[in-house]
């Protein structure tokens, strides 16, 4: 979500230089240094928030006191460099936050500059030798140097030099505000990393402890009853996609699941793929024991009645703890290859998931899968939705042992083999992931681009080839604009997992 308004700092911001505006960032498609004109607001808890911030900060070895109300914090002071006292400058950092909703949060992160030269308002005439005295007074350690402002030095039993704690690890603070003038800033590169720390995490496939939930009916939104049931609702051909849509070619698309877009633009592709002729197989990360569940419906007239019978006897559309594998928009995604087939397409279903099966195991498994049902479909064009680690083509970098699903398939059919990572625009997302406070909550969070995936605002959603496959085993980019999240099909009251054993 976007809040508009100009980022000022706090109090006074000083004169920008001629290179770099004071607050600004470089925006990446530019290349430039620039002031944003809009405020983030985190779809997070104000005190996920706000702990997250103060994490960041203590990595960087300062200590945070925190006011009343946990909205705002003050962290310890350091100074740049070695001056003698009174021409000392300090720095630290002031964090405000602000709660627009439940889980609506605004985090304001100024660097503020004390210069102990603007608070010497007027100095009378010294007395004689009062220079000398002030200059070796002035000769000792500056407890604010090189931020060891909780520590102070001692002596061990061994005789050896040693930092050790203080009881005020703030002995600073109180001196700081009687300055008068406070220069302040936001610190743009600190509230990237917030948004990094917020918004760019990987989301969890809960595949182990996470029982089903007894439903004795379902309520099915577009599913109306005695409505005569339409057309696949395809709409254009993705835009660079025609070169990947061959007969016997296995296409790997990527994260992010749990939103709008992704199925989209895959049922857009299996429309073109159709209207080419070509026999077409949807591969879903949904466990291979959904297999016959999957096929019922495909064959049924897809009557409410049909998707209650899905959803009843599923034991994964109706986990208690659900993560974007079991969205409303993949089952839409279902229907639409099933009315694709009614109008005499083609089309297959394949369940290629593995059940209580982690790391390698798990990838094998879901390889195994997809090339058992490929055996027996060699000549269709099969399009896998996926994790963005499962859809690699290439082995990882951080570990040497471990070989992703994509990988393993590619290595069994060579020439055949194409995936796609995605770029997109900030937006929202249902997803699980682990929360500051450890555990795992599912529910809708904000979602940002990398800089590499960010989608810049002259490119239009599709897909875009590298002339190379990459080192990750990507061969080009699918585009999908702005992300709208989308819920599970069926959801539970709860939405924070205890589990234990969880995958990428």
Known sequence: MRRYGLLLGLMFTGCATLTRPLGANINPETGQFETPVEETVYLAPAEDAM???????????????????????????????????????????????????????????????????????????????????????????????????????????QGLAVQVPVEDPFPSAPGLERFRMVQGVRDLGIERRLLERLEMVPALELVDGNA?????????????????????????????????????QVLFVADPLGTQEVPSMALRMLCEATSKGLPVTLALSVPSSEQPLLERYLASAGKPEDAQSLLLESAFWRR?????????????????????????????????????????????????NLLAFQSQRAQAWTLVLTGSVHARTAKVDWDGDYQPFGARVAQALPSAVRALDVGFKRGTQFACRYSVWEDVECNVFGISPTNEALQFSKVEPGVQLFGAARPDGFHGRLYLGALNASPPALQTQRHVAPVTQRAP
């Not at 911030?53 to 100074?79: C, N, P, Q, W």
């Not at 995604?333 to 109008?343: G, T």
Request: with cysteine.
């Open 51 to 157: 702990m997250t911030a103060r994490r960041i900060l203590e990595s960087e070895r300062y200590d945070v006191l925190e006011k009343a109300g946990g909205l705002e914090m003050f962290t310890s002071a350091h100074e740049p460099g070695r001056n003698t006292k009174k021409l000392r400058t300090l720095e630290r950092y002031y964090v405000k936050g602000q709660r627009l909703g439940p889980r609506q949060t605004l985090v304001r992160i100024f660097r503020l500059r004390y210069n102990e030269m603007d608070n010497v308002v007027e100095q009378g005439m010294r007395q004689a030798d009062s220079m000398n005295r002030d200059i070796i007074s002035d000769r000792g350690p500056n407890p604010l140097d090189a931020r060891l402002e909780a520590f102070r030095s001692a002596t061990n039993a």
């Open 212 to 248: 089903p939930v007894s439903v004795r009916s379902v309520a099915m939104e577009g599913w109306e009853q005695g409505a005569e049931v339409g057309a696949a609702e395809c709409g254009a051909p993705v835009a660079g996609a025609s070169p990947l849509l061959e007969a016997g």
């Open 320 to 368: 208690v703890y659900q993560d974007g594998r079991s969205s409303r928009a993949m089952l839409w995604l279902i229907e639409q290859a099933r009315r694709l087939r009614v109008s005499g397409k083609d089309v297959a279903l394949a369940a290629v998931d593995a059940e209580k099966a982690h790391g390698n195991e798990r990838e094998a498994r879901m390889a195994g």
